[in-house]
């Protein structure tokens, strides 16, 4: 009684943009230095993905990890 198929034909089904796709990433711009972009492209081109997709991950997993930055400035003497 199972109707499910071993292959089902997608190649006729319409595309459609995710209506929520808009609301899931905010635009924004930086200025980064141009070494940290070469950097982010390098990892992106051997992983296959984009560039600012590889960012964002970064960024995401600092975020999962509760990463804090830690500055230390020199101190005037």
Do not use: H
């Amino acid at each position: 009684m199972n109707d499910m198929k071993a292959e089902y034909d997608l190649s006729k089904m319409k595309s459609r943009r995710n209506p929520y796709a808009s609301k899931l990433k905010k635009s924004v711009t930086m200025r980064l230095s141009e070494d940290v972009v070469l950097y982010f492209k390098g990892m992106a081109a051997e992983a296959g993905v984009p560039y600012q997709s590889l960012i964002n991950l970064y960024l995401r997993d600092c975020l999962a990890q509760n990463r804090k930055v830690e500055i230390k400035w020199p101190s005037a003497a």
